[in-house]
């Protein structure tokens, strides 16, 4: 938990520092270049942390985290200075109802495959429902909310917050997926598993530098929807892998992946902020993360439970049939964002473009 806060709030202050200082016209750009570290490092942790559990033990893997975190620190003290900026006092009352809510959400998920704690269940569930409702008729109704809910009467932040929440609950589901299948149904080492999971997010990086040409030269409908066929079609290759696919199939099937992954995430990321105004900046990015957050962690939830569910139906010894069952369901979670960019106008945040 600790750990959570801390990191949780690293990548909303840096994004809204860049923000702020951008024109619209930047925008693209600017946020292109933020997501890179982003992209790059998870390039190397599966491979690291397959050889460090390799070689050596899993203490390692925090281990190494700290001489870059004082890097970080360091940084940070001598690069990052304080601006002026509206001073409010916190919304406790909405902090408290928020966190009780997803608390709520992520335990019914995590519970809902358990049979003998159905009524546990049940009661989160009904209680995120609740408490959920509570917090967003606080937030619309005080003064200063904790998350300001009425930037969603703006269609393109709408859009990429509903559509995109469900993308990133999909993709981020995804690299959960992949080593648990590699390594407990086709029993490949974890480095032998780091290496092809590696393989996604050379994808992320590789496409990366023709991301901004693609939206200048189509636009985000047409760019969204077809990072979002493309994951689609991903994702049903992946439900039909088996243990006897060539390695090298699957290592250009998680390439691709990662590439349809990266189109998507910059499209959503950038058109997010394309009609928001200054003042609007602070709490839409506030926003934006939370969200972010919550659909990473809800993604791996549904992945775990789908697993479960699966298991419960099959034999003992039919190890593919869980994670076919999961990846055919994220499929179809991803229908959800098709439904979603087609809403879009064609000429969607065509000042960020220069397409209008």
């Not at 369901?329 to 969607?348: E, F, G, I, Q």
Request: proline share 4%; net charge positive.
């Amino acid at each position: 938990m600790l750990q959570g806060f801390a990191g949780g709030m690293m990548a909303p202050v840096g994004r809204l520092i860049v923000l702020r200082g951008a024109a619209k016209t930047e925008l693209l750009r600017s946020i292109a270049l933020i997501t890179w570290p982003a992209l790059l490092a998870p390039v190397l942790a599966p491979v690291l942390g397959g050889l460090i559990v390799t070689v050596s033990t899993w203490h390692w893997i925090f281990i190494l985290n700290v001489p870059i975190g004082v890097a970080a620190f360091v940084a940070a003290l001598i690069m990052v200075q304080d601006r002026a900026t509206e001073r409010r006092t916190l919304d406790w009352l909405g902090l408290l109802l928020t966190s009780a809510a997803v608390l709520a959400l992520l335990l019914a998920v995590e519970l809902v495959a358990a049979g003998d704690a159905m009524l546990i269940t049940l009661f989160s569930g009904i209680a995120a429902l609740l408490i959920g409702g509570g917090a967003v008729w606080w937030m619309l109704g005080t003064r200063h909310p904790l998350l300001n809910l009425r930037v969603f009467g703006i269609p393109t932040f709408r859009v990429t917050n509903s559509g995109g929440f469900v993308f990133r609950l999909v993709v981020n589901a995804v690299p959960f997926l992949l080593p648990l299948l590699f390594q407990d149904a086709f029993g490949w080492t974890p480095l032998e598993s780091g290496f092809v999971v590696g393989a996604l997010f050379v994808g992320n990086v590789g496409i990366k530098p023709t991301t901004t040409p693609l939206l200048r030269r189509f636009g985000f409908r047409a760019v969204l929807l077809g990072s979002l066929v493309g994951t689609i079609l991903c994702l049903v290759l992946f439900a039909l892998l088996g243990s006897d696919t060539p390695t090298a199939a699957i290592a250009v099937l998680a390439l691709v992946s990662g590439a349809f992954r990266s189109v998507g995430f910059t499209a959503y990321n950038t058109l997010q902020f394309a009609d928001l105004d200054a003042e609007q900046l602070g709490s839409a990015n506030t926003l934006s993360a939370t969200l972010a957050q919550l659909a990473s962690g809800l993604g791996i939830a549904i992945a775990a439970t789908s697993l479960r569910l699966g298991d419960a139906s099959v034999s003992a010894d039919d190890l593919l049939s869980p994670f076919r069952l999961a990846f055919l369901l994220l499929a179809a979670l991803t229908l959800v964002c098709v439904v979603s960019a087609l809403l879009l106008p064609k000429d969607a945040a065509g000042h960020v473009t220069a397409r209008v």
